[in-house]
């Protein structure tokens, strides 16, 4: 069997195993690629969760010596979920972006590209293969880029024809020299909805991101939210959608092809409340399984206190004093006061002003200040 032959096996075996977009490309050097990463890094734009230097994210061989080339798979993802839940006024809830809807893509994705890859060995028994998902050195989005998966959006998203920008990426390094296929002639042209729409300008220079900016991964840090950040952050738990919801190439856009990422409405769309008072393990046991836990309960109830922030919930005003005096963790406490001022009723005034002459730690201190300033507001 030549490699062509191969390769359209390949093609029509991912079909039947639910891969809805399969590219080849070469194993080149990503070159346009490290001159990005450079320039991100002179301007200090990375997000800090980058894996390996930039030439093992750029230089396949250094990954797997023998690769000859990569396959890039997609799957789509629902944008819609049935039966969401409304928040009301006694019980806010908060939102999952929709990469973390459902069981937890990279899972998703490995299971299918490990069969993709035994099936390969099937064929050809020395084959080698490396797989990756999100988490590995080389960029997901720069392999289906240049495997004909789809165009690069100045929203820094990968822009299919057929599922928008809705899709899991991951990618297999292998040994075969499988004939790639030519990347997508297509564009933004004019438009910038995108960059406009960006709550906290983090999309520069049209396809380059400031991750120090961008909520999606602001979400995701573990200490105090910046000010700036904190009115913008709306009710986000984990991530942001808003520069794929605008984009008009999403329109109409929602795939229902994978029963694993469906939805449950009670974790994408959970309730605010209930975080102020779970245990590790409790948030363990409930949000586990979906991507958007990954780390850990602390950044969400952060987050969870800045919505009820956002929705001014005086309901809530009891268990964040609660937080606000018992927490071990300064962050919380600190967030806690500031939320709790954001409410503004009298009880969390007081609750502050009594909470300051107990509390030691400056930072702490500090965001209790700035709960007290709302007063004046
Ligand atoms: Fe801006 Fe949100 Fe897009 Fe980040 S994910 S660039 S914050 S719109
Ligand atoms: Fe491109 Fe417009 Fe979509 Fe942004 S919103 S990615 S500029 S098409």
Same mark, same amino acid.
């Given at each position: ?10 093609? =029509? ?80 809830? *908060? ?5 973390? @809807?459902?069981?937890?893509?990279? !899972? ?41 998966? *789809?165009?690069? $959006? ?11 920008? +809705? ?14 296929? #030519? ?5 933004? $042209? ?13 999309? !520069?220079? *049209? ?67 209930? +975080? ?11 949000? $586990?399984?979906? #991507?958007?836990? @990954? ?48 409410? *503004?009723?009298?009880?969390? +005034?007081? =609750? ?21 300033? +709302?007063?004046?507001?």
């Amino acid at each position: 069997m030549n490699v062509e032959e191969l390769k359209q096996k390949v093609i =029509a075996y991912s079909k039947e195993i639910g891969i809805d977009k399969i590219g080849f490309t070469t194993a080149d050097v990503f070159g346009e690629l490290k001159e990005r990463l450079r320039r991100q890094e002179e301007l200090q734009y990375q997000s800090g969760f980058e894996k390996g230097t930039i030439e093992e994210r750029t230089e396949p061989r250094r990954l797997l010596p023998e690769a000859q080339s990569i396959i890039a798979i997609a799957l789509a993802y629902p944008t819609r979920m049935k039966n969401a839940p409304r928040g009301t006024k006694e019980e806010r809830r *908060g939102i999952f972006c929709r990469a973390s @809807w459902g069981t937890d893509y990279h !899972v998703v994705l490995r299971e299918r590209l490990k069969k993709l890859s035994d099936y390969i060995k099937e064929l050809v028994p020395d084959a080698i293969t490396k797989e990756m998902v999100d988490t590995g050195e080389l960029s997901d989005r720069a392999v289906a880029e240049r495997a004909g998966i *789809g165009f690069s $959006g100045k929203n820094c998203s990968i822009i299919t024809p057929e599922f928008g920008s +809705f899709v899991y990426l991951g990618e297999m390094i292998t040994n075969i020299p499988f004939p790639p296929d #030519s990347p997508i002639e297509d564009s933004c $042209g004019d438009c910038r909805k995108c960059i406009d729409a960006c709550p906290t300008g983090a999309l !520069v220079q *049209g396809g380059q991101l400031n991750a120090q900016r961008c909520l999606a991964f602001l979400t995701q840090t573990k200490s105090f939210l910046a000010d700036e950040f904190r009115v913008e952050l709306g009710n986000r738990l984990y991530g942001c959608d808003t520069c794929q919801q605008v984009c008009p190439r999403n329109k109409q856009i929602d795939f229902h092809h994978h029963p694993e990422f469906e939805p449950d409405p009670e974790l994408a769309k959970p309730k605010l409340k209930p +975080f102020l008072k779970m245990s590790n393990r409790e948030f363990k046991e409930k949000f $586990g399984e979906v #991507s958007g836990s @990954w780390r850990g309960k602390k950044p969400i109830q952060r987050n969870a206190m800045i919505a009820l922030a956002h929705f001014k919930d005086k309901t809530a005003v009891n268990d964040l004093i609660d937080v606000m005096k018992h927490d071990v963790r300064p962050d919380i406490r600190g967030t806690a006061a500031w939320t709790l001022g954001k409410i *503004g009723t009298e009880d969390a +005034f007081v =609750a502050i002003e009594m909470a300051m002459e107990k509390e030691t730690d400056p930072q702490v201190l500090y965001e209790m200040e700035k709960g007290l300033q +709302f007063q004046n507001v």
